[in-house]
């Protein structure tokens, strides 16, 4: 397969593009490998390209139950940030945010990555001090961080309501300028891609449905296309963490599976050009390249599995969305859709070790997982291979909960739903 | 999705507010096992199928009930006062 370029782009349209090679092998399941990744969702997939290219290990099979893809690397909206205020987030996503920015390049593959801001909306003074106390432990760490007052927020997102007159009127907000979005599938098959070349073998349709241990340690997965024995087994697979942990003889886990849904409208000429999260109620809301509004709010609420939301929280997105900007209210809904979130107890990912030898587990993305791709692949990759975490995400541990080393960047105590 | 409320029949969804996994029994007060509080605080079953939670009206008689709902298909099975039910213990 070779890399992309600007030549063979031109190649193949001189020849009507007809002879563009698929972007990664299908190939059978071998008998055995040295590390298999159960879940072709990014991070698995992420983590299979970092295992290959940091520490150069090769024989390694990701195994997906559905396409790649067709998970919630396909339900986002997109955002990408890394304004987080206790220490092991902010440094975690800081370094997600650095791969962000040589994504493209590194993967040969274009991620559409736009470093368009994301503004925090303050309708409080209580809020604009809070912005400042987390804009400075961002800044404190090396991220960047800027404070903006009403007019500045006016100036940048010409279709907000700035009466003074709204409902919950805005007094200013935080931005990070180097957020923005990525275009998400491209993220996927970029990592796909990588990953198949440096010979990870991606086996789609291929649903694990067992493990195999032996005296508390991992030495394989059962699937649907077969035993596949591997020396190290790693599990990302978000929303089913705790029914596939529970094929590991784990039991329960501190995590909810909730529904979240996003939402995109059509098509309409430019009208945001950065992102921007309402603060009076829960919203985040950016423009597509192909020009449709995409946005998102609070979750339903409740453990499901259901992949398609209720109607009361379309309500109340679609609310939010119009206090924002009144002059949605004609623009039409083109499609919305659930995911389902692996809920952390603390609102904070688990990249770790666990109670089976060998058997790694990366999980409890809450709805942050996304933005983490890059970092998460990346800290996961190096636990697996070294068998111990990297200090990036050495807090993230599976028994912080026991110890109680949790950490709720919102301080809102274990109940997943408030995340 | 509407819940059948024993003290005022069937509602809207948004009158009630999620409470969470109603299998988890609060250990005794006076318990000192680590891990009894561990499993009741933080560790949940999760189940992808049945799944008995609690649900208070808040928008309605302000009772507390236990659902048992399936979470593929938000199907309700049963509705029950918390009273009704063996002691058990709310958010």
């Known amino acids: ?24 092998r299908s190939p059978e399941p071998k008998p055995s490998y040295d590390i298999v990744i159960v879940g072709g969702g990014g991070h698995g997939l992420a983590t299979a390209y970092y295992l290959a290219k940091e520490h150069g290990l090769t024989n390694i099979a990701v195994i997906e139950k559905g396409w790649i893809g067709g998970g919630n690397m396909g339900r986002n909206t997109t955002i990408v940030r890394s304004n987080y205020m206790l220490p092991e987030n902010t440094h975690f996503y800081e370094w997600g945010m650095k791969l962000w920015e040589t994504m493209s390049q590194d993967l040969n593959y274009n991620v559409m990555f736009s470093q368009r801001g994301v503004i925090n909306l303050a309708h409080t003074p209580g809020q604009m ?17 800027e404070l903006l007052d009403r007019d500045e927020i006016a100036r940048r997102c010409p279709g907000l309501d700035m009466s003074p ?5 805005i007094v200013g907000g935080m931005c990070q300028p180097r957020g923005g979005t990525a275009r998400h599938d491209a993220v996927a098959w970029g990592y796909a891609r990588g990953a198949d070349l440096r010979g990870v073998d991606i086996i789609e349709n291929c649903e694990v ?51 979240l849904q996003a939402f995109v409208s059509e098509p309409v000429k430019p009208l945001i050009d950065t992102v921007v999260t309402f603060g009076a109620g829960h919203l985040y809301i950016s423009q597509s390249n192909k020009g449709g509004l995409v946005f998102g709010g609070d979750m339903d609420g409740y453990n499901s599995f259901a992949q398609r939301g209720n109607i009361p929280v379309i309500e109340d997105v679609a609310s939010c969305a119009m206090t924002m900007f009144p002059n949605l209210g004609k623009i039409r809904l083109l499609r919305h859709w659930g995911g389902i979130m692996d809920m952390s107890m603390d609102g904070t990912p688990i990249i770790s070790k666990t109670p089976v030898e060998n058997l790694f587990l990366n999980g409890g993305w809450c709805y942050g997982g996304f933005k983490a791709t890059p970092a998460s ?4 990759a190096h636990t697996i291979a070294t068998g111990e975490p990297h200090e990036l995400n050495a807090g993230f541990t599976l028994d912080r909960f026991e110890k109680g080393y949790t950490i709720d960047e ?4 274990p109940v997943p739903r408030l995340h | 999705m509407q819940i059948d409320c024993p003290f005022c029949g069937k509602r809207d969804q948004s009158e009630f507010t999620y409470s969470g996994d109603a299998t988890k029994k609060r250990p005794d007060h006076n ?61």
Not at chain 1, 1 to 24: C, D, P, Q, T
Not at chain 1, 129 to 145: H, I, K, S, T
Not at chain 1, 410 to 413: A, C, I
Not at chain 2, 50 to 79: D, P
């Open chain 1, 209 to 259: 449905t067992g493990f195999k241990i032996d005296g508390g340690k991992v030495v394989g997965v059962e699937t649907s296309r077969g035993d596949i024995l591997a020396k190290k087994v790693g599990v990302a697979v978000a929303g089913h963490t705790s029914q596939v942990m529970q094929m590991a003889g784990i039991e329960r886990l501190p995590i909810e599976s909730h529904l």
């Open chain 1, 165 to 169: 007159n709204a409902r919950f009127p």
């Open chain 1, 377 to 380: 692949g990346w800290c996961f």
């Open chain 1, 410 to 413: 919102k301080g809102v105590g």
């Open chain 1, 1 to 24: 397969m070779s890399r992309y370029s600007i030549f063979n782009l031109v190649g193949n349209a001189l020849s009507g593009h007809k002879n563009w090679k698929e972007a990664w």
């Open chain 2, 31 to 91: 318990d000192q096992d680590p891990q009894a509080w561990f499993d009741y605080v933080y560790q949940r079953d999760n189940p992808k199928g049945a799944h008995q939670e609690y649900w208070h009206h808040t928008s309605g008689c302000r009772q507390f009930l236990v659902v048992e709902r399936n979470t593929m298909t938000h199907k309700i099975s049963s509705v029950q006062a918390v009273g009704d039910l063996n002691k058990g213990s709310a958010e």
């Open chain 1, 129 to 145: 001090d809070a912005f400042a106390r987390r804009g400075n432990a961002m800044r404190l760490a090396g991220v960047d961080a």
